[in-house]
């Protein structure tokens, strides 16, 4: 220990008082979206509902619409929120590019191919809605698979262009590059096959069996666990690659380790949900903005709770609770998340280049 | 410098680039030591490899031929993370990551001594906030980087490499795109921390004089070599004379200075004493004036005493300027009349 006297400094170590509230208050607000996603709906319920459906273990209305629609999509919403804004999260920092994200770059696209392997590629009739059990994992591998192919990709892109505006044009370059293939494949796809793809592509919370909701709580968990574990590495990128190494990071093991958590993430996502867009790309920036740090420590649970609150509200919104109609969820996170990716854009004008 | 620890050592280092069979040999044959505590100035032209050294040094590029030795032990021998305990970085990469303050740069550079989590005790947390001191930057540390001016940043980017604890440290270009006066700041911390706290520095610059005038040793790179010394030593050796060839600058050796070389107009005599008369000098070798030991029938008397204006006897007749500036324009004009 040293015995050095510091020029007016008190020794305590920094104190994260002030976020350990914020974190109180995002913790509640996404247990009352939770809530206010079971709540509301085309049906509303109240709470003595719930209470009743919760204890009196009958089987009627209240018991089918809670527990075999609104209690999934619920958990749904609140792992795709997860998943998203996470893989989001860790792209923004890896490729140091704040307008990085899964569906931006293309990811989704590459996950979108994947599926269409799956779907259009087997010449019997199989859908996300009847994949029982084991073919789940292949549907979700197979996700994997093509967003992780993008994502290396990009990697590649960006170690030789620095530019982030030219990275991102390259990126839509790739995902139409890639919907230019799905195409192909459809076209040669039988009516039934190409019938079960485009509703998939529609995005949806509400479609996934017990099964497929499970397979994605444990792939999200295993990307929580990812970020959680790679905090420390994420937070060494932020300085750039050079720095990193001198610091004594391995980058290469860094990069498996994140490009495996984010494909894992946006890849299970989009293979259960569909391609659901801009949240991604702008809950990473809501959770910057509201903790004001660069740490990540804090940013991936900040980020976790703040994309499971957006995407329920998302999913409250596109209920429009009270009526019969449904809103494309795709259409409510668009209108969500762009603001903030725009506002993101003009305050990073002057240094367009650099993260 | 016997006793000295030897930090660095290069033996037969070949830098450069290979792609499958090619090889881009930048330099070659290199032999260099470094010891503890001493300020070590890499100096050479544009594309002379000084980068390409100093990033194989560090090991972000591996050699094409012969070894490095840090602390006695091969490179090749570290694994990253022991590695970055002996050696930090500061590259010419700027930093700008949002919401980032001084303190959690600094704290990056505690990531060889943390634990997975990177969580800061008590300990890390002095070490820090040493450095942050050191750097002389406390009054900035909840302050974000990217409200810093280049010369606050560079100071952070210091704090940092600091609080990495390394006995080397690795600078490339550490002062360009400063203003003078933060160029000099860095110059003055980077010689003090050399002398307080023994750290071996190397570091690049295309600042010679202020190279000569502070390093303990210079690294000339030329002709795909390196040749080592004291600057003075460099000096005597005539080294500096050569690495200006095409350039229009001239060394000159006796006084450690640079000139630019200029069209010769002649010489002239100047009388007077003191700084009027050593500026006034300076200001007829920059308009391309020797300035003659022996009175020659034009030649210039600078004020003195009561006199406060410069007088240009040309064949008897006085011109009379209030300034050099104006006096620089009439010795231009008088020499061109006569011509």
Redesign the interface.
């Known amino acids: ?2 015995t ?1 006297a ?4 008190d ?1 305590t ?2 104190s994260p008082g002030k976020q350990y509230l914020i974190f109180i208050g995002l913790f509640f607000l996404t247990i009352l979206f939770f809530f206010l996603d079971l709540f509301l709906g085309s049906v509303s319920l109240n709470a003595a509902d719930i209470w009743h459906a919760l204890f009196s273990g009958g089987n009627g209305q209240l018991e089918i619409i809670l527990f075999k629609f609104r209690l999934p999509k619920a958990l749904t919403a609140l792992l795709v929120g997860i998943g998203l804004s996470l893989s989001g999260l860790q792209m923004q920092t890896i490729f ?1 590019n ?1 307008l990085a994200g899964p569906d931006v770059l293309g990811i989704t696209s590459g996950a979108s191919l994947g599926v269409a392997f799956v779907i259009l590629g087997f010449s019997v009739s199989i859908s996300p809605e009847t994949l029982q059990g084991f073919g789940n994992w292949i549907l979700v591998i197979s996700s994997w698979a093509g967003a992780g192919a993008i994502m290396i990709v990009i990697l590649i892109i960006a170690s030789r262009i620095k530019d982030i505006m030219t990275i991102l044009i390259l990126g839509i370059m790739l995902s139409s590059g890639i919907s230019a293939l799905v195409i192909l494949m459809q076209y040669f796809s039988s009516e039934s096959l190409l019938k079960s793809y485009v509703i998939w592509t529609m995005g949806s919370l509400g479609n996934l069996t017990s099964d497929q909701l499970m397979v994605l709580m444990i792939s999200v968990s295993v990307g929580i666990i990812l970020s959680l ?1 790679s ?2 590495m994420l ?2 990128l ?3 690659e ?2 990193a ?6 980058v290469k093991f860094a990069r498996v380790v994140v490009f495996s958590c984010t494909s894992i993430l946006a890849g299970s996502v989009t293979a259960f949900c569909g391609p659901i867009g801009f949240i991604g790309i702008a809950v990473p920036h809501m959770a ?1 903005i509201l903790f ?4 990540h ?1 804090i940013l991936i649970p900040g980020t976790i709770l703040i994309g499971g609150s957006v995407m329920l509200l998302s999913d409250i919104i596109a209920q429009l609770p009270g009526s019969e109609k449904v809103l494309p969820l795709n259409a409510v996170t668009s209108l969500i998340g762009i603001p903030i990716v725009i506002w993101v854009i003009m305050r990073n004008r002057k ?1 367009s280049g ?2 | 410098m016997l006793t000295a620890e030897k930090i660095v050592a290069i033996d037969r280092l070949r830098t450069g680039y290979s792609s499958g069979s090619n090889e881009i040999i930048i330099l070659d044959e290199l032999h260099a030591t470094a010891f503890k505590g001493e300020l070590i100035a890499v100096i050479g032209k544009n594309g002379a490899g000084k980068s390409t050294l100093l990033r194989t040094i560090i090991g972000l590029q591996t050699a094409l031929d012969g070894k490095i030795f840090h602390e006695g032990k091969d490179i090749l021998e570290y694994s990253r993370l022991e590695l970055a305990r002996k050696v930090g970085l500061i590259s010419t990469e700027t930093v700008r990551a949002t919401n980032m303050n001084v303190y959690d740069l600094v704290a990056l550079g505690r990531y060889p001594y943390t634990n997975w989590t990177g969580r800061i005790d008590m300990d890390n947390h002095i070490r820090i906030l040493e450095a942050i001191q050191d750097a002389g930057m406390t009054a900035f540390s909840s302050r974000f980087i990217s409200e810093l001016s280049d010369g606050e940043r560079q100071r952070a980017m210091i704090a940092r490499i600091l609080a990495q604890d390394t006995g080397l440290m690795v600078m490339d270009e550490p002062t360009a795109f400063l203003d003078i006066g933060s160029k000099f700041e860095i110059f003055h911390l980077l010689h003090n921390l050399a002398k307080s706290t023994g750290k071996t520095i190397i570091f690049s610059t295309h600042d010679l004089q202020m190279a000569i005038s502070q390093a303990d040793k210079i690294w000339l790179l030329k002709d795909k070599g390196l040749v080592e010394g004291a600057p003075e030593d460099l000096m005597i050796q005539g080294e500096f004379d050569h690495i200006f060839d095409s350039s229009p600058a001239r060394y000159n050796s006796d006084q450690g200075t640079f000139t630019f070389i200029s069209e010769e107009h002649g010489s002239i005599y100047v009388e007077g004493e003191g700084i009027l008369r050593h500026w006034t000098e300076k200001t007829l070798n920059r308009i391309g004036f020797a300035v003659s030991r022996e009175k020659t029938d034009r030649y210039i008397i600078v004020p003195s005493g009561n006199y406060k204006n410069w007088q240009l006897i040309n064949s008897q007749v006085i011109h009379e300027f209030t300034s050099l500036y104006d006096l620089a324009a009439g010795v231009l004009a008088i020499s061109q009349s006569s011509i």
Do not use: E, H, W
């Open positions: 220990m040293s050095r510091f020029i007016s400094q020794l170590l920094p140091r704040p574990v905090s420390k937070n060494a932020l300085l750039g050079n720095y190494v001198s610091i004594g990071l391995n910057r004001r740090t660069s740490d420590k240094y650099i993260y």
